[in-house]
Every structure is written in C-alpha cells, then in structure tokens.
C-alpha cells in the first residue's frame, strides 16, 4: 500500500546544486593541461572564517568544556555582541531579550514564518527572489504572492507595488543586498516599505544576510523602522562562516516567546562552538573588511568587462557579491545557455530559473565572491566565446 507522503517532500530543488554538481563533474573529468574550471555559480566566500575566530574554535576545542546545549536563544555573552553590533554599525538601542540566536539564517526562516504566519496566509516577496524564500513558505501551507520587479526599481519591491496588492498580504519578505540581484532597498525605501507595512497590518521580514557586502550606499537595518519587523541575519556572508551554521533573528516583542518555544522544540539551540566563533568574529572586521575590498574590485571589473563579453544588461551590482544579467537578444534558455557556457569556456554561472518561475529562463547570475585573479580569467574567456 502506498502510504502518504506530506506536502513538504514536495519543496522543488535548488536549481543551482544541479549546476554544482555539473562543474564538479567537469573538473573531475579535466583531462591533463585541460581548462579548469572557474567557480561563479556558487554563493558562498571562497575564504574560511576569520582568523581570530578560527583560534577560538580551537582554544574551545582544548578547553575542555563539553560543548553542550546552550538556552534556545544563544549564549548570552554572544547576544550582547549582536547587541553591540546594532548600536556600532546601525545606531540602534535593542534589549537583549530580542536577539536570537539561530541554526543560520536557514534555521531562522522557519521560526519567523511559524511564529509569524498560520497556514493559508500569504506572504509576499519580489521576484527574483533566493528561492527557498517561497519553497519553506509553500512547505508550511502558506501562499507565495509573487510581485515581479524589473529595472525600475532596482529588481526591489515598491510601495507602489504593494498598493497594487489585492488582497493585502499577512506578510512581506525583503531582502537587501538581494541575492540574485545584489541591489538594495535604499534606506529611505525600506523605511517607507517599513511604514506601510506597520499602516497595513502586514508583518514584515527583512533578510540581512549581505549587510556588510555593500559598496555604494549606507544600509539600514529593518529594525531600526518598526518594532514589529522580523530581522534575519547570519554569519554566513560578511563573516565568512558559511559552515558553522550560525545566524541570529531580531524579534518583535510579540514573537520573542512564540519563537523562543518553536525553537527549543525545533532546534534545542544553535552549535556551542559555533556560537564561540561567532563571538570572537566580531573582532575580526580588519581580516573582513579585506574581503570586502576584493569583492569591490571584482565587481568593478566584472561591471566593466562583461558588457565587452556581450552581457551589456546587467543589474547595477550594489552589494552581496552577484550580477545578474539579462540574456535579452542572445538565449531564452538560461539553462541551456549556462550548460553551453560552463562546456565551452569552463565557467560555472547560475541560470535565472531558480529565482524567477516565469522570466528566470532569460537571465543569468554571475557571483563573484571566488579569487580575484578567476574573475578576471573568467571575463576574458568569456570575451573570446562571445
Ligand atoms: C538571501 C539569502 N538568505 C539566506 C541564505 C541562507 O544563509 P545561511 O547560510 O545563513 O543559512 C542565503 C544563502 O545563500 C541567502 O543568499
């Protein structure tokens, strides 16, 4: 008898791991004097966690401490980093009882949906968005209210867009820097995005995780324009830390007990060790602020060489370490379009479809978080291809 498999099982792929494995695939078969391949598919930095925090992972590892659980909510001493770390870089005053500390910003996403939104409530979000965004909401029986967004506004949501919404949504997901675009809500847009949310009963949750990979202009924090927003942020991007699994919320004070209770039940808490490095990362912004002036540089290549390369539409690339361009005039298969290019120049990128179901089949994402030097050899590979 075939039994019931719950709806969740059904959350589609992410698209980007078939193309990971492909490059994989292709590097393992590179026959000698072969041309390698150049890794700009992936979304994480090529570097490890800093320094400093990588000693205290080891004086942990040696100290003899067993390692255990910790509160749900982290280890308080890393709390009243983040604490600090809002009032350093943002100006704001949080009480500690808002901070929690999480699995990475992945971990987060379910405790803020859950504690935020009951099944059949819709949740809204640009396109191109990071697909989990609508693939953990669709697994909890909510509804993706997908608004598509172009150039105009930077690939961002609008007020206006929101105005246009009917129904309202229960809820709003941000991100910026975004991930695939790279661009930002400014913070006078996020601020009025924050008011109509706050004037609309619409509960706002704002992705953070490239704050700190921006090289234009200055970021706000959600938190600093409503108490009732949801902050999602890690210590995947800006810090490096992508395996250690580490991210923290910034909670409204209504949802401090209702995510407290999801996540003792959920997670019991984040890694001890990985709360560890985290505390000590946050004395590491002269290692970090080193890989943000190489992502720059990157970028202001990749922005100048690629449209000789044919990409001549991109986004304007102000954050996060993405580009995304749009294939206009030369494919309407970005899957096809990538394989072709990952076969023929050895460059690995990530075909739109993944962040955008109906227009994603006619962009492409460059990330550029890998050594300078592949930036550079990638753009005149792709220069001679073209
Ligand atoms: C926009 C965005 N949010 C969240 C995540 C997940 O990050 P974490 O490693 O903290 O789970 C990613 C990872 O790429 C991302 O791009």
Redesign the pocket.
Known sequence: MALKVGRGAFAPPFMVMDVISAANARQAALPPGGVRTIRMEV??PGTGAPAGAVAAAQAALRSGDPLGYTEAFGRRSLRERIVAHYRDWYGIELPIERVAVT???????PLAFLAAFDPGDRVAMAAPF?P?YVNIITALGMTPVIMEAGPETRFQPSVAMLEALDPKPDGLIV?SP??PVGTMLHPDELAAIARWCDANGVRLIS?E??HGLHYDSAIASAAGFSANAVV?N????YFSM?GW???WLILPEDLVRPVECLAQNMFISAPYISQVVAEAAFDCHAELQANIVRYRRSRDHLLRALPEAGFDRLSPAEG?FYIYADLAGRSNDSMAFCARMLAETGVAVTPGVDFDRTRGHRFLRFSYCGPEADMIEASERLKHWM
Request: glycine share 14%; charged share 10%.
């Open positions: 979304g994480q699995v990475g910003a992945s971990g987060a996403f990071y989990p991100a975004c991930n992705d995780i490239y999602v890690s210590f995947s991007k992508t699994r580490i991210g996060a």
